[in-house]
């Protein structure tokens, strides 16, 4: 396999932005999804939709200002946007199940060539593990997007034929943004968009499971 | 008037016996009953199945609990990697855990509090949530029975009541809890202040007084949170 240098985390956040519309209702996950928020195109508002009720959520608290009582899904201290609203938390999930949301970008373990996802349990983890709104999240929203590395820390495929890990909804995925690519994830199959710069299709195809479908010459990344 | 208002947190959880099931409300580190929990924890009650997003923060939020081997099932979204006390207990079989989505919990308290029998839902399809639950088409769309949560008690915390028991909530530590403040049997609220009847405009009350039965006062102390 090439040896290439692959896209940084950062990266990766800062090309899924690009995805999103002005004005929208967004929930990020935890991980890449939520240094989103750190990489929004100039003249693009987005509204952020905390799982704890929060609509218009603002850039994190600064040392001094944060208020425990005002925090996002990961216990962080945030701030509010002019506009922004609370709601109790079966509202919230109104909002991520009933599909009112926009976009959600979650991360992701594994994404199958149907759009399946698994994102919330490794197979053979010790403890309980957890759900939270992975759940709710994936089943409800219209445009959902998955941000991960393209490959397993051993190598292997997360664009996959069928998901082997625990999974978080069937057929949920619409785009994948990987440190190699961007897909869309069609009735026909995965479709490579765009590549990382300096890869080439056949190199992306090969480090997937799943069999891409390439239109032509497929172009690299744009992150502007 | 019925008086709900009661002196202290060792009264306010006085009737709360062995077996009892408990929602707790809170998320995130805000909006837990923190000076209720730890009433609950200095009292002898054992077996008690807490419903609730997660399992503590080490021996923080419901995290005593389980330090005191108070709980023996569990009924959460997301018991947390810092929820130490909980996942040795879970790991050596002394605690059970039933995991439900975060939403689908919050909508089977509300199947309690409505009076619903259940609901059918896409969310858990083709999941072990789906496991052992009744699985059905509907507009064709596959999706499975869900199935009201009922709990003895409610402990909630809110940021201001009446002494009638309408309630308020500060930012984001509302939470779970007006959702479980109209589930359970019996609610108990710990606030940060207590104000007179009509001190609350009725635009304002986010948890009517219908739902909650005891108020106790517990701004100041240690675990105010």
């Known amino acids: 396999m090439p040896d290439k240098p692959r896209l940084a985390r950062e990266q990766i956040a800062q090309r899924a932005a690009l995805e999103l519309t002005d004005g929208a209702f967004v929930n990020l996950g935890w991980g890449i999804p939520n240094l989103i928020a750190d990489f929004l195109p100039k003249g693009l508002t987005i509204?952020?939709?905390?799982?704890?009720?929060?609509?218009?959520?603002?850039?994190?608290?600064?040392?001094?200002?944060?208020?425990?009582?005002?925090?996002?899904?990961?216990?962080?201290?945030v701030t509010l946007v002019p506009g922004a609203s609370f709601f109790h938390q079966a509202d919230a999930h109104l909002m991520t199940r009933g599909g009112h949301l926009d976009f959600a970008v979650l991360g992701g373990f594994q994404v199958s060539e149907k759009g399946d996802l698994a994102n919330w349990k490794i197979p053979g983890s010790k403890g309980s593990g957890g759900i939270g709104g992975a759940m709710d999240i994936a089943t409800g929203t219209k445009?959902?997007?998955?941000?991960?590395?393209?490959?397993?820390?051993?190598?292997?495929?997360?664009?996959?034929?069928?998901?082997?890990?625990?999974?978080?909804?069937?057929?949920?995925?619409?785009?994948?943004?990987?440190?190699?690519a961007v897909m869309d994830v069609t009735k026909e199959g995965v479709l490579l968009r765009e590549v990382a710069p300096g890869w080439t299709s056949d190199e992306v195809q090969a480090l997937s499971e799943a069999k891409l479908i390439v239109h032509g010459i497929v172009p690299q990344m744009k992150f502007a | 008037m019925i008086r709900k208002i009661v002196d202290s947190l060792d009264a306010a959880v006085a009737d709360i016996g062995d077996g009892a099931r408990i929602m707790f409300g809170g998320f995130g580190g805000a909006g837990f009953p923190n000076n209720l929990i730890q009433a609950l924890s200095r009292k002898d009650v054992k077996n008690i199945t807490a419903i609730s997003n997660n399992c503590g923060t080490r021996e923080g939020e419901l995290g005593i609990m389980f330090k005191n081997g108070q709980v023996s099932h569990v009924i959460a979204s997301f018991p947390g990697p810092h929820a130490n006390y909980f996942q040795d207990r879970y790991a050596n079989g002394e605690v059970t855990c039933e995991l439900v989505p975060q939403g689908i919990l919050c909508e089977r308290l509300r199947a309690a509090a409505a009076?619903?029998?259940?609901?059918?839902?896409?969310?858990?399809?083709?999941?072990?949530?789906?496991?052992?639950?009744?699985?059905?088409?509907?507009?064709?769309?596959?999706?499975?029975?869900?199935?009201?949560?009922?709990?003895?008690?409610?402990?909630?915390?809110?940021?201001?009541?009446d002494e009638l028991g309408n309630l308020t909530y500060r930012l984001a530590a509302r939470n779970f809890n007006p959702i479980m403040?109209?589930?359970?049997?019996?609610?108990?609220?710990?606030?940060?202040?207590?104000?007179?009847?009509?001190?609350?405009?009725?635009?304002?009350?986010?948890?009517?007084?219908?739902?909650?039965?005891?108020?106790?006062?517990?701004?100041?102390?240690?675990?105010?949170?």
Do not use: W
Request: aromatic share 6%.
């Open chain 2, 115 to 161: 009076g619903l029998l259940g609901f059918y839902t896409g969310v858990g399809v083709g999941t072990e949530v789906a496991s052992g639950k009744e699985e059905r088409i509907i507009d064709g769309q596959r999706c499975i029975l869900e199935k009201p949560i009922h709990a003895d008690f409610a402990l909630i915390k809110a940021h201001k009541a």
């Open chain 1, 143 to 180: 445009n959902l997007i998955v941000c991960m590395e393209h490959n397993a820390k051993d190598g292997s495929p997360k664009i996959v034929k069928n998901c082997t890990y625990p999974l978080t909804a069937l057929e949920c995925v619409r785009t994948i943004v990987t440190d190699l």
């Open chain 1, 47 to 77: 509204y952020f939709h905390s799982e704890n009720g929060i609509l218009g959520m603002g850039r994190r608290a600064r040392t001094g200002e944060e208020d425990f009582d005002l925090v996002d899904a990961m216990k962080v201290p």
């Open chain 2, 181 to 225: 403040a109209m589930a359970a049997e019996k609610t108990i609220v710990e606030v940060d202040e207590i104000v007179s009847i009509g001190a609350i405009e009725p635009e304002n009350v986010i948890t009517p007084a219908i739902f909650v039965h005891r108020i106790v006062q517990a701004k100041g102390l240690r675990y105010a949170g």
